[in-house]
């Protein structure tokens, strides 16, 4: 499995934009990035993905390098829902599973 | 939406008896679902991947004969811990892809709490 590597923990004021890094060197050409969240005692909830192309969804914005070797979740607004440990993970289709790293704590304050 | 459900929400048990998990995929169709164990403050940490119809395929470490896979349908898979005891103790979470996707995004269960005495 392709690693990632995130900070360990990030904090925010509400309502200001969040920029979440990750680096992911050994990308191979047919990994996915995927970005899941993860609030205390609940299992992970999907975020956003993508593979080239910046995406925006109704959650977040990802920014992938030109590269692809690291990419930024961006959440435009934080609240303080938003308070969670994100993950970014590399996901090959075909070949199944994924490898979770640290992921990186994210604390929102008032 | 794609739904992952997952069965009990908490257990607590005796040591040495065996808990049944249960992950359903609600509205879709998963050829291969994934378990995952958790510690407090810690990662995810994959136990195995489980494949329809086939027998699951173990990380290293994680004993097979401990932690039985079932994957009878494409809706259904489940974790039995067999001879519990308290260093199982865990939070249990399963994930499911769609069979049609060909992005591979996962779909994470409510996780599983199980605390054995």
């Known amino acids: 499995d392709a690693k990632t590597t995130q900070p360990n923990s990030m904090e925010s004021n509400e309502e200001e934009p969040v920029h979440l890094p990750c680096n992911h060197s050994t990308i191979s050409g047919t990994d996915y990035i995927h970005w899941y969240r993860q609030l205390p005692s609940q299992g992970p909830e999907y975020v956003i993905h993508?593979?080239?192309s910046n995406v925006n969804n109704r959650m977040a914005s990802l920014a992938i390098a030109e590269d692809r070797k690291s990419s930024t979740l961006i959440l435009h607004r934080a609240t303080l829902r938003d308070a969670a440990v994100y993950y970014c993970?590399?996901?090959?289709?075909?070949?199944?599973?994924?490898?979770f790293g640290d992921g990186t704590t994210l604390t929102v304050k008032p | 939406g794609a739904v992952v459900s997952q069965h009990p929400s908490w257990v607590i048990c005796k040591s040495g008896t065996s808990v049944k998990i249960e992950c359903r995929s609600l509205d879709f169709q998963a050829t291969t679902m994934f378990w995952y164990r958790q510690f407090p403050k810690q990662s995810l940490m994959l136990m195995a991947t489980?494949?329809?119809?086939?027998?699951?395929?173990?990380e290293q470490g994680v004993e097979k004969d401990k932690f039985l896979i079932n994957h009878a349908s494409l809706t259904l898979s489940t974790l039995t811990v067999t001879s519990a005891h308290p260093e199982d103790s865990s939070f249990y979470i399963c994930?499911?892809?769609?069979?049609?996707?060909?992005?591979?995004?996962?779909?994470f269960g409510e996780g599983s709490r199980l605390t054995v005495l």
């Open positions: 489980s494949n329809e119809g086939s027998k699951a395929t173990y």
């Open positions: 994930s499911a892809s769609k069979a049609s996707a060909n992005t591979g995004e996962l779909f």
């Open positions: 993970i590399l996901r090959d289709p075909r070949a199944g599973k994924s490898t």
């Open positions: 993508g593979l080239t």
